[in-house]
Nanobody, 115 residues
């Protein structure tokens, strides 16, 4: 199994920046891709960004050009750099690790964008 621990959430003003981190442990050899998803109050969980083991990235249209996903394989950690944050980015952000035999989730970290 894989365990994921997110950190870095908090309160930020519109236009500000935050960086989320997701540290993976356990059977990390099982991971093909990792990603970030978010769930706003009253809404379904949605994809934010993903990155494959080879470094290929994918972004939701709503965050393209503002968010950047990256990974440090030596630290088994994935990051989400979030710039130009908007109130509509407010959500609980979840880290995910995925493969044909794996679908692991972190506990989530709250990001609130408000003045």
């Amino acid at each position: 199994q894989v365990q994921l621990v997110e950190s870095g959430g908090g309160l930020v003003q519109p236009g500000g920046s935050l960086r989320l981190s997701c540290a993976a442990s356990g059977s990390i050899f099982m991971i093909n891709a990792m990603g970030w998803y978010r769930q706003a109050p009253g809404k379904e969980r949605e994809l934010v960004a993903t990155i494959t083991i080879g470094g290929r990235t994918n972004y939701a249209d709503s965050v393209m050009g503002r968010f950047t996903i990256s990974r440090d394989n030596a630290k088994n950690t994935v990051y989400l750099q979030m710039n130009s944050l908007k109130p509509e980015d407010t959500a609980v952000y979840f880290c995910n690790a995925h493969s044909p035999i794996l679908d692991a989730w972190g506990q989530g970290t709250l990001v609130t964008v408000s003045s």
